[in-house]
């Protein structure tokens, strides 16, 4: 399984920008899929998940509201519609992939990740 996360890019505070995440391999539709982040200087942070049979999605508090995960399995792709940001959300962004197919916040419990995209808030 591979994961390639893209969409990261500059934006000023306040605007919006799209991630992506396109997953090839076996049963990638069964696969619970999460969004997590690293700041400079950070450990990595849970972000948002997404499961894989109901589309059940989950949130860190402090992106609730302003952030919108989803999935499209015809194309094998899970999204992070981010918007409102912050020069706080300033980050590399990873998407990751876990068989279980249920909701975690736990990094251990995912086993595939992408290669990262940056993303960079300007105040």
């Known amino acids: 399984v591979q994961l390639q996360a893209s969409g990261g890019g500059l934006v000023q505070a306040g605007g919006s920008l799209r991630l992506s995440c396109e997953a090839s391999?076996?049963?990638?539709?069964?696969?619970?899929m999460g969004w997590f982040r690293q700041a400079p200087g950070k450990e990595r942070e849970f972000v948002a998940a997404?499961?894989?049979?109901?589309?059940?999605?989950y949130y860190r508090d402090f992106v609730k509201g302003r952030f919108a995960i989803s999935r499209d399995n015809n194309k094998n792709t899970v999204y992070l519609q981010m918007s409102g940001l912050e020069s706080e959300d300033t980050a590399v962004y990873y998407c990751?992939?876990?068989?279980?197919?249920?909701?975690?916040?736990?990094?251990?419990?995912?086993?595939?990740w992408g290669q990262g995209t940056l993303v960079t808030v300007s105040s």
């Open positions: 391999g076996r049963d990638v539709n069964l696969f619970a």
């Open positions: 997404i499961s894989a049979a109901e589309g059940t999605t």
């Open positions: 990751a992939g876990s068989s279980r197919g249920y909701l975690s916040r736990r990094q251990s419990e995912y086993t595939y």
